[in-house]
């Protein structure tokens, strides 16, 4: 996708270097940093240079290539295998990632290792490319079929930021929404502005304006009365983790869009690449939900008058604040999961119809 023209993915590897857009400095800045080392990696997954659930799995397999670079052991790319996973616990394509390059790297001839490891690095870079793009063509029939009975704009509300920097290219839910625009359907998109960080706002509208999609930031309780007025035809959201079962665990507050949508049959479809499916868990109480910093709540940053980048504190210094970043949406609530396979019903049945 595009930033000022110039075509981009979120990550590359290049001389031994993995090269990522920093997200923490969008959308005022656009830096590109390199990380050099397995803490490095770590430390941008940790604090959300990189984010996103598929992005992070990438991420992850890079650096496990940096792991190797840095020390050709098996005991040490054990352990930072370990440290990846517990980085964020949330996000199933994190474990994903890292469980299938160990699969492929553990117990391998250090002379071939290297080679191995960013082999595999690069094939899960590229099949979560085509992933999303089959995700985009799949739904892009949905929105179709709304334009095609309203024959006029569709409008599509988005939450947190399921977009192309989440991934490595074209997004989740955003894949769709590209697709109709490149086919020439009308799009506008609602983008819940997503506290605490701010990632439809500062990063889904940011990709939307690039690619020249019309899109309006909304306050994150807003949602509800532009579907009781009739101002949303359908809604797209990604998610981090998926059960077997259809349950859908995505940025916190996509419960409570999905509560508003049921109630003013509206569609509610989720978009997923099969990386993000956790066929394990039964039960969407065992999944971990990461409890961030309460400083994510409690302050904002922005720039101030002279174009400085700055944070600040607004809450009263002696207030408490929670900071959990997910929730679940039971699959009762979802009209149907968006994948790389196709759309089905969420639920058991309906996703072993596509992934058996």
């Given at each position: ?16 270097v993995v090269k990522i857009i ?140 399921a977009g192309w920097l989440a ?130 709540l409690s302050h904002i940053e ?55």
């Open positions: 996708m595009k930033i000022e023209g110039k075509e981009y993915r979120t990550i590359w590897f290049e001389k031994n920093d997200q923490t400095k969008l959308p005022h800045k656009f830096i590109i940093k390199d990380l050099k080392t397995i803490k490095d990696v770590i430390n941008a997954i940790k604090i959300m240079e990189v984010r996103g659930a598929p992005l992070i799995g990438a991420t992850a397999a890079y650096g496990l290539v940096l792991a190797i670079i840095e020390n050709n052991d098996q005991s040490f790319l054990k352990k930072s295998a370990d440290n990846l996973i517990s980085s964020r616990p949330t996000a199933i394509n994190l474990k994903w990632s890292v469980d299938r390059m160990m699969n492929k790297l553990s117990g391998v001839n250090s002379d071939k290792i290297l080679e191995i490891a960013l082999s595999e690095a690069n094939k899960i870079c590229e099949e979560d490319i085509k992933f999303c793009e089959n995700i985009g063509i799949n739904g892009l029939k949905i929105i179709e079929e709304i334009y095609n009975k309203k024959k006029d704009t569709v409008n599509i509300l988005t939450h947190c930021n991934t490595i290219n074209w997004g989740t839910a955003t894949s769709p929404i590209y697709h109709a625009h490149k086919k020439g359907i009308p799009v506008h998109v609602w983008a819940d502005e997503t506290r605490p960080r701010n990632q439809g706002a500062n990063l889904t509208s940011y990709e939307l304006n690039e690619e020249g999609i019309k899109n309006t930031i909304i306050a994150d309780n807003t949602g509800g009365i532009l579907m009781q007025r009739g101002e949303v035809d359908m809604c797209i959201v990604g998610t981090d983790r998926t059960l077997a079962n259809g349950d859908v665990c995505n940025k916190v507050g996509t419960y409570l869009k999905a509560l508003a949508a049921n109630d003013n049959n509206i569609p509610f479809y989720v978009a997923l690449p099969s990386s993000t499916i956790d066929w394990n868990i039964k039960d969407h109480k065992e999944i971990p939900i990461e409890e961030r910093n309460p400083e994510e922005g720039l101030d008058e002279k174009g400085i980048l700055k944070k600040i504190q607004i809450y009263p210094q002696k207030s408490k604040a929670v900071n959990l970043a997910f929730d679940v949406t039971p699959a009762k609530y979802v009209t149907g999961l968006i994948t790389e396979k196709g759309v089905c019903e969420a639920s058991k049945e309906g996703l072993e119809k596509l992934f058996k």
